[in-house]
T-cell receptor, first 113, second 114 residues
Framework: EAQVTQNPRYLITVTGKKLTVTCSQNMNHEYMSWYRQDPGLGLRQIYYSMNVEVTDKGDVPEGYKVSRKEKRNFPLILESPSPNQTSLYFC????????????FGQGTRLTVV | DQQVKQNSPSLSVQEGRISILNCDYTNSMFDYFLWYKKYPAEGPTFLISISSIKDKNEDGRFTVFLNKSAKHLSLHIVPSQPGDSAVYFCAASEGSSGTYKYIFGTGTRLKVLA
């Protein structure tokens, strides 16, 4: 089954404690991205990757890092989480250009206290 | 600056009637538009898309209309069913930029009443 898997689904952490949210896709997609969803703001792109070792900033990259060492994995790293990073996070992948549909993971609800 | 806007945060419709969800955009370079549906505790799923060379695309009960001069698109659901109750996001992309990036709207929560 084609899918994007994120872990964990829920996470409560404290300010400053480094964390990683993993994302893996089994569709051999080249393009992967991370979004955060906040009330009244919709989905905003954090980072994206067009292929292995190729990553770039989205609209809200501050406080986040990513890496793309393998095609299937695209982890999101919060080196020093802060309360304003409390949000619902989605990883997505797609096969090619903007005219191809994206497949989303089920989301990770992060709370930073 | 919100380049893609969904001005109605919520919409309620009776089962069997038409649901019309609207989306406005400001960037005239956008050339591809998509609608995604999101149920609680799930990720968004693709619903329907339209290229800027068309003004209408239909898929079963779902039709998307694009008015380029007004920079407006709409999603029509006919007939609406209770299972359509979800949050709907429109998204736009500028293929010529080469970044393959979507810009999403803020979403409209549709509630279909039985």
């Amino acid at each position: 089954e084609a899918q994007v898997t994120q872990n964990p689904r829920y996470l409560i952490t404290v300010t400053g404690k480094k964390l990683t949210v993993t994302c893996s896709q089994n569709m051999n997609h080249e393009y992967m991205s991370w979004y955060r969803q906040d009330p009244g703001l919709g989905l905003r792109q954090i980072y994206y990757s067009m292929n292995v070792e190729v990553t770039d900033k989205g609209d809200v990259p501050e406080g986040y890092k990513v890496s793309r060492k393998e095609k299937r994995n695209f982890p999101l790293i919060l080196e020093s989480p802060s309360p304003n990073q409390t949000s619902l996070y989605f990883c997505a992948s797609r096969s090619g250009g903007a005219d191809t549909e994206a497949f989303f993971g089920q989301g990770t609800r992060l709370t930073v206290v | 600056d919100q380049q893609v806007k969904q001005n109605s945060p919520s919409l309620s419709v009776q089962e069997g009637r038409i649901s019309i969800l609207n989306c406005d955009y400001t960037n005239s370079m956008f050339d591809y538009f998509l609608w995604y549906k999101k149920y609680p505790a799930e990720g968004p799923t693709f619903l329907i898309s339209i290229s800027s060379i068309k003004d209408k695309n239909e898929d079963g009960r779902f039709t998307v209309f694009l008015n380029k001069s007004a920079k407006h698109l709409s999603l029509h659901i006919v007939p609406s069913q209770p299972g359509d109750s979800a949050v709907y996001f429109c998204a736009a992309s500028e293929g010529s930029s080469g970044t393959y990036k979507y810009i999403f709207g803020t979403g409209t929560r549709l509630k279909v009443l039985a």
